[in-house]
């Protein structure tokens, strides 16, 4: 018996302290032993079937047992913006942040419950063995309380760091603004303000055109057909050159199709005499010397 309770106690060290009926019964003790250990105060009930058998040692500990203890949770918000390091945000010194589905009446000391009801499955992640909200969502939750100006600069640090890309922050905003909703008007601001009035023109397009201007290079052709498909375009292009440029600003570039497809295209562009040169987001914002001294090296090669 005493074997079971030291593998019980493991599983609840690994789990900020806690165990459910369900793991106590796999691991072979029955309902009964289980009701004895609670009656006689060695267990503590927290939830119903989530049962405590050390106390938290510290604030992961604590993340750990709300996520055991209610399945359906997720560290949010500011305590998720902790863990995914974002600049500009202060965790809760002593409390935690979770959110749940509107329908929970649940409570746990020292825990802010962020009840909602559009918490998707692709506004979920796993770091260290936490769920919480992806970077994008918690993006779109923190706005809920934050002005525009504080906002921006989260999204622009955040972006510049390669952890985020405005696209994604549409699609969360897509999802779950709304009109009334706390927020909304707040992040629509935020990527206005970064997408600019030409939409097919994107953020990253428009950085990256303007690292260019300020490195005194030529101005290239933005939109330029491909002269051997015309009914595709190069993001831009020095055609006397015969070297084009791809802003690959899409992070899940991840549609095998379309990954295909620009190295097909690549190919073809060599065969044609191009040098077709791919910039991403942290090319443009972490090595923009690098973006320069490349462009700089072929057009006056």
């Not at 100006?149 to 779950?176: N, P, Q, Y």
Request: hydrophobic share 40%; proline share 5%.
């Amino acid at each position: 018996m005493e074997h079971l309770d030291r593998i019980a106690l493991d599983l609840a060290l690994r789990q900020g302290g806690v165990v459910t009926r369900a793991q106590a019964l796999e691991l072979g003790l029955t309902p009964r032993q289980i009701t004895w250990r609670i009656a006689s105060g060695h267990w503590t009930v927290v939830q119903r079937a989530v049962y405590k058998l050390a106390e938290p040692r510290d604030r992961r500990d604590l993340m750990s047992t709300v996520l055991v203890t209610w399945p359906g949770a997720v560290i949010s918000h500011e305590s998720a913006a902790g863990i995914h390091r974002f600049p500009f945000v202060e965790p809760h010194e002593t409390r935690i942040v979770v959110s749940h589905h509107t329908r929970t009446t649940h409570d746990f000391p020292g825990v802010i419950v962020r009840r909602t009801h559009d918490l998707d499955g692709w506004h979920v992640t796993q770091v260290a063995g936490l769920r919480l909200t992806t970077v994008a969502r918690t993006v779109v939750d923190l706005a809920a309380d934050r002005s525009v100006r504080h906002m921006g600069a989260i999204v622009d640090r955040l972006a510049s760091d390669g952890a985020v890309e405005v696209f994604e922050l549409e699609a969360v905003l897509g999802a779950t603004g709304r009109r009334g909703k706390p927020g909304t008007t707040t992040m629509r601001e935020v990527l206005e303000a970064r997408i600019g009035e030409d939409p097919s023109s994107s953020v990253l397009e428009r950085h990256g055109r303007r690292l260019l201007a300020d490195a005194g290079l030529p101005t290239p052709k933005s939109e330029y057909p491909i002269p051997w498909t015309l009914d595709r375009f190069f993001d831009d292009a020095f055609p006397e050159r015969k070297v084009a440029i791809e802003w690959d600003s899409r992070r899940f570039h991840g549609q095998m199709a379309s990954f295909d497809a620009d190295r097909g295209r690549d190919r073809d562009a060599a065969v044609h005499g191009w040098v077709v040169l791919r910039f991403t987001w942290r090319d443009v914002h972490g090595h923009p010397d690098r973006v320069v001294d490349t462009l700089r090296a072929l057009l006056t090669a």
